[in-house]
């Protein structure tokens, strides 16, 4: 018989209870539950029913073909890597109320259609589910439903099922652990064990799982270790535009980015994304700059904007939104020492629009532009782009698919597009689409934009 003890997170110290302060390390809260299985009892190399495992050479190990589904929705399509890979574990984590049951729901309704589908509800009752699906107006009448907290009596229903949905995590709990639902070592055992059912069984798993208020998952950190893709809902709960964001994908990029549309009828992709991210107002207020941004296998106009103010302390604040902090400082500096702009008296405030992300570096030239025209006070012309990766000597270097941003942009009706020299050879096959600027330094860049200024 297993028997549970309590496992400092910290140090590894072991007690047989709970106490709110590790006596060996001294750290508060660290003490978690864990299952201690019992000795064996013979000495012996354990073998499986076929025999023992064998090291195979990497010229003898055999692929194999992952069958993808869609689950219905383009933009999760696009997340996932081109579909859901069965008997796969993925984990949708977001703020409550954000629309992660809403989409699991309209996704499970669509392969209940063709598959046999479980929706385990641990937060709603089944009424609830259903009442949201004929909200939803989804054609549900093969979705299997089952409101269970305990994971032992809902283990039963899994058998025959493809797909299951959990709905949450942190809601359902194993009888092994004494400790109540939600805690750290619920969530990791309860994990585990649908980890071992999902590749044991061949099921796909829907896990829901909701985050602190520090914007993370809420449990261990084995919770996404364990998952084959982790997936994050961002937005304001009040706002229509959600992006779905995949973290971690062991079948496909990390870098893709699904954009979805909250309405009453439920969360739907959105095909023209570019537009989502531009205001109309650029080209008449001084501080925005358009920048094509590489996610994944796609490209997304998003625009930069910049706001400055007189300090009224000693020490200026540089403050953004969707650019790394520390980004924005270096290039800061390099436009006080390399350009001579202005900047050590100033609030400097920075934001990408429509809570999208810039993590490349090919957004550095943008931010720079942005940055010279809130404090030139001039405006750039709504329809030029600008993309580069910004070094400390102010020099431009080149970035990576410069001829997918060059041909987005001219898609989206930008008539003139300033890049890195090096990346000139690449999109020469453009001139004749758009009037192409290449600079080689940032100083170049702040000619070609401001040239009476």
């Known amino acids: 018989m297993s028997k549970s003890q309590f496992v400092c997170n910290e140090c590894g110290y072991t007690s047989p209870k709970w106490l ?91 392969l209940a259609k063709d598959h046999k589908v479980l929706y385990l509800s641990a937060e709603e009752s089944c009424s609830q589910v259903k009442l949201r699906c004929e909200r939803l107006g989804l054609d549900s009448d093969d979705l299997l439903l089952l409101n269970e907290t305990n994971l ?41 064990r649908i980890m071992r059912i999902a590749k044991s069984r061949g099921i796909t798993f829907f896990i829901v799982g909701h985050v602190t208020k520090e914007g993370t998952l809420a449990g261990p950190k084995v919770l996404e270790h364990i998952m084959d893709a982790v ?39 959105v095909s023209d994304y570019s537009s989502l991210f531009l205001s109309d107002s650029r080209g008449v207020a001084a501080g925005a700059v358009v920048t094509p941004s590489e996610t994944g296998n796609r490209c997304m106009m998003v625009e930069v904007q910049t706001l400055m103010a007189k300090t009224a302390y000693g020490l200026p604040r540089r403050m953004s939104l969707g650019v790394d902090p520390n980004r924005l400082i270096v290039l800061i500096a390099v436009l006080e020492k390399r350009c001579s702009v202005p900047l050590g008296t100033q609030d400097i405030y920075l934001n990408a629009m429509g809570g999208i992300r810039l993590n490349e570096p090919a957004a550095d030239l943008a931010v720079c532009a942005a940055l010279v025209s809130a404090e030139r006070m001039v405006a750039v012309d709504k329809y030029t782009a600008v993309f580069g990766e910004v070094g400390l000597t102010g020099e431009v270097r080149g970035v990576s698919c410069a001829d997918r941003r060059v041909n987005e942009c001219i898609k989206m009706g930008f008539k003139r597009i300033i890049l890195p020299a090096k990346n000139m050879k690449a999109c020469e096959k453009f001139k004749g689409k758009a009037e192409l600027v290449p600079v080689t330094y940032v100083t170049e860049m702040i000619k070609a934009l401001f040239p009476r200024t």
């Open 231 to 269: 997936l994050y809902f961002e937005g304001e709960r009040t706002e229509n535009f959600k992006i779905l964001r995949a973290y971690k994908n062991r079948f496909g990029s990390v870098q893709e980015v699904g954009v979805f549309e909250m309405t009453e009828n439920g969360i739907f992709g």
């Open 152 to 192: 032992e009596a809902a283990e039963e229903s899994f058998y025959g099922a493809e797909y299951v949905i959990v709905d949450s995590i942190q809601a359902i709990y194993t009888d092994a652990l004494t400790s109540a639902a939600g805690s750290v070592g619920q969530v990791r055992e309860c994990a585990g």
């Open 20 to 110: 709110g302060r590790c006596p060996d390390c001294g750290k508060f809260n660290t003490l978690t539950e864990e299952i201690v299985a019992p000795a064996p009892t013979k000495k012996t190399p354990t073998m499986s029913k076929i025999g023992p495992s064998r090291a195979l050479p990497l010229s003898q190990v055999k692929y194999e073909k992952y069958e993808r589904v869609s689950s219905g929705n383009s933009e999760l399509d696009i997340v996932l890597g081109g579909g859901i890979v069965r008997g796969s574990l993925i984990l949708v984590g977001g703020d409550p109320g954000i629309g992660k049951s809403t989409l699991l729901t309209q996704v499970a309704a669509h």
